[in-house]
Structure formats: structure tokens, C-alpha cells
């Protein structure tokens, strides 16, 4: 009886330790967010601050805010840099376009 009781702690004590361990890499992990009627896990992204830096270079900060938060909604992704690097986003991301059909995502 004894045996077992000193077999489970040393079990429990070695399942504490790697989840302590796992947690102390410093991996960067993705937020995951349940959304919608399917429960889907989709990756959280920060619209706002990430459209902020994407739109701080532009002429018209406050419309390009505008459209670009749209499109990281609907798309979940916001190119890198001021302007350019549209396709790293995708189709979503490049074919939105506007009523008058340009191009709506910045």
C-alpha cells in the first residue's frame, strides 16, 4: 500500500514539473477565440493596435483606420508595414473592394 502511495506521488510530482516546465519556455502562444454558431476556434488579432501602426503613415489616418478594422475582422489578418505586403493576407484580404469596386482593404 505504501508502494503505490509512494509510486502516485512520484507520478504526480513528475506531471507537476512538466507542466511547469511547459509553461516556462517562452513560446509565444496565439489566443484562441470561440466564435459564431459553429464553435470554431479562430486566432485572436488585435485590430485595433495593428491598423493603428498600419494606417499612421497615411493622408486620411481616420478613414484608412476604418477600412482596415473591416477588413481585420472579415480577413483576421493585417499586412505588415505602412502600405504593401497586401497578398500576405490572402484573397480575403485582396479582393474586398468597395460599392464603387476599388480596392477597400489598405
Same mark, same amino acid.
Given at each position: 500500500?505504501?508502494?503505490? #502511495?509512494?509510486?502516485?506521488?512520484?507520478?504526480?510530482?513528475?506531471?507537476?514539473?512538466?507542466? #511547469?516546465?511547459?509553461? %516556462?519556455?517562452?513560446?509565444? %502562444?496565439?489566443?484562441?477565440?470561440?466564435?459564431?454558431?459553429? +464553435?470554431? #476556434?479562430? $486566432?485572436?488579432?488585435?485590430?485595433?493596435?495593428?491598423?493603428?501602426?498600419? /494606417?499612421?503613415?497615411?493622408?486620411? $489616418?481616420?478613414? /484608412?483606420?476604418?477600412? /482596415?478594422?473591416?477588413?481585420?475582422? +472579415?480577413?483576421?489578418?493585417? $499586412?505588415?508595414?505602412?502600405? @504593401?505586403? +497586401?497578398? #500576405?493576407? @490572402?484573397?480575403?484580404?485582396?479582393?474586398?473592394?468597395?460599392?464603387?469596386?476599388?480596392?477597400?482593404? $489598405?
Amino acid at each position: 500500500m505504501a508502494y503505490r #502511495l509512494l509510486l502516485l506521488s512520484a507520478l504526480l510530482l513528475f506531471s507537476l514539473a512538466q507542466v #511547469l516546465s511547459d509553461n %516556462e519556455n517562452g513560446d509565444e %502562444e496565439v489566443a484562441l477565440v470561440v466564435r459564431g454558431t459553429n +464553435r470554431r #476556434l479562430l $486566432p485572436y488579432v488585435d485590430c485595433g493596435g495593428l491598423c493603428k501602426v498600419r /494606417c499612421s503613415l497615411h493622408s486620411r $489616418p481616420n478613414v /484608412c483606420t476604418r477600412a /482596415c478594422a473591416t477588413c481585420c475582422v +472579415r480577413c483576421k489578418c493585417v $499586412p505588415p508595414g505602412t502600405s @504593401g505586403n +497586401r497578398e #500576405l493576407c @490572402g484573397t480575403c484580404y485582396t479582393d474586398m473592394t468597395t460599392h464603387a469596386n476599388k480596392t477597400k482593404c $489598405p
